[in-house]
């Protein structure tokens, strides 16, 4: 079969489309033949070795893929051949097949496209996990969210309203800001040009957010965390933006807020039938209409450094995914 590989830590350029040997499923896996993966952040930090774990070499990037099964190991039940799956695995999703254990896969609904199931598990899992676990977010709360219009930021607008929440969308282009406004935003705000703290206290009559999502970090995490109500949450997301801030504790009781860390790839291994739950209320809303990714762009495998590219450049809007 036909991969990317990544044979040492570099950048986008450094990866390989090449031929590889198909791999063989054990007794509790499956063999998917991918037709699409979807592209998230992470992807651009494993290959350079910056994420928090490290793959044997050589390997593919990739962990968000929708396929149709091809072979099912001995001890499988559930799953057959034909079937058609999105599956969240470690990584290898950058090729035309990949195994994965059969427990973590999910019938693909027959009403989503393969390129809308690659985009879904991980962005939709993350902000539900983290809004409705994390946060507690409650109806007529205000909402915040930084990176808005990025993979993860632009769920967290559409569920965020989906959930009755006032959403400020915070994002570094008028075109990004257009678009959030497009899935939901009451408010937004241009965070490289407008104060991010000031303009957050205006939008909420001094008040500040209750809810704050944070997949950006760096200098853009402190303004925001001044910027929260009495008792609200602040959900540490990610770090998009290259730096872990390091944040003043007198803060947090200031505000008595809480400053509260979302690592939804543990806890969808720790919790699997909760996360299948919420997994299930995500399918379902998409099926009623109520959710939809945004596909920025599709690539085919071959090309699939540049959407690496495309993501490190700050350039994409919702998701970008392989075609394989
Ligand atoms: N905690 C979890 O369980 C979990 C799960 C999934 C993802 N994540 C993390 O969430 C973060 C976002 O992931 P994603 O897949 O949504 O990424 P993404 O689609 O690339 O979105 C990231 C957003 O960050 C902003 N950004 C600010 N500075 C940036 C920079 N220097 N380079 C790139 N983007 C920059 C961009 O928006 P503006 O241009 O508008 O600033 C961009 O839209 C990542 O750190 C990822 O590791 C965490």
Known sequence: MKAIICDSF???????????????????EVLIQIKACSVNFPDTLIIQGLYQYKPNFPFSPGSDVAGVIEAVGENVKGFKAGDEIVALIPHGGFAEKVVAKAKTCIPKPPGMDFVQAASFLMAYGTTYYALKDRARLKEGETLLVLGASGGVGLTAVELGKLMGARVIAAASTPEKLELCKQYGADETILYNDEDLKKRTKELTEGKGANVIYDPVGAHYAEPALRAIAWEGRYLVIGFAAGHIPKIPLNLALLKSCQIVGVFWGAFAQKFPGKNMQYMMQLLMWFNEGKINPHIHATYPLAEAPKALEEIMARKVKGKVVIRV
């Not at 570099?10 to 509790?28: I, M, R, T």
Request: a negative charge; zero cysteines.
């Open 10 to 28: 570099g950048l986008p350029s450094n990866l390989k489309y090449q031929e590889v040997a198909d791999p063989v499923p054990a007794a509790d």
